[in-house]
């Protein structure tokens, strides 16, 4: 059973523009929502949370929010450039090790 | 820090086969995660532990075992490979259950 999806494979946006990507989840028990970046050939790395407590969380040109009732979370990104171009995984967990995570999107960046 | 590491970057085994995933980190962090990515899927938890001599399974456990004699090892055994465990293989840690550090991930192929 896929609990964390991520609907769209690809998105693909402009330079500056801003890049949304979003994430839905069918757990209402998950607690704590990731969103990870993944290059080709290396592992996830860490780039923004959210607890259930809240529903917006900045960091930089990164913000994350969370709309508990529908269950959904969306990654901003503003503005877009070239180097975010990679796969982001949305991620949950349930205040256990067991973490969920999505299929992916993969962003595109174009100059 | 060399943060996580993992070896081998590649492999192919044959049907039958047994091979260990060798997963270390250097950052004294007590919880350590086993991944597996497949083509267009998320990554699904195949075993964790919370500290030494302690291990859980996660989403997907069957056809593998894991070890963690020592806080910084945490190797996966796989003892007769099949092509259903050809994947990508990720190694993770962290402090909490939350911010995992990811390795750079072993590909794996069994024919």
Redesign the interface.
């Known amino acids: 059973d896929q609990q964390?999806k991520?609907n769209s494979?690809s998105l693909s946006v402009q330079e500056g523009r801003i890049s949304i990507l979003n994430c839905d989840y069918t757990n209402s028990m998950f607690d704590?929502f990731?969103w990870?970046k993944k290059y080709p050939?290396?592992?996830?790395?860490?780039l923004i949370?959210i607890s259930s407590i809240k529903d917006k969380n900045e960091d930089g040109r990164f913000t994350v929010f969370l709309n508990k009732s529908a269950k959904h979370l969306s990654l901003h990104i503003v503005p877009s450039q070239p180097g975010d171009s990679a796969v982001y995984?949305c991620?949950a967990?349930e205040?256990?090790?067991?973490?969920?995570?999505?299929?992916?999107t993969r962003l595109t960046v174009k100059p | 820090n060399a943060g996580?590491t993992q070896t081998p970057k590649f492999r192919i085994l044959k049907i039958g086969q047994s091979m260990t995933l060798q997963c270390t980190q250097d950052m004294n962090h007590n919880?350590m995660?086993w991944?597996r990515q497949d083509p267009?899927?998320?990554?699904?938890?195949i075993y964790?532990s919370?500290g030494a001599g302690i291990t859980?399974k996660?989403?997907v456990p069957n056809g593998y075992n894991v070890s963690r004699s020592t806080t910084e090892d945490f190797p996966l055994r796989l003892e007769l490979a099949a092509p259903s465990q050809t994947s990508v293989y990720?190694c993770?840690s962290d402090s909490s259950?939350?911010?995992?550090?990811?390795?750079?991930?072993t590909r794996l192929t069994v024919l």
């Open positions: 964390v991520q494979p704590y990731l990870y050939a290396e592992g996830p790395t860490f949370s995984f991620a967990s205040s256990n090790n067991d973490m969920r995570f999505g299929a992916g | 996580v919880y995660y991944y267009g899927m998320g990554l699904k938890l964790y919370v859980d996660g989403e990720f993770a259950y939350n911010e995992q550090f990811f390795g750079p991930g």
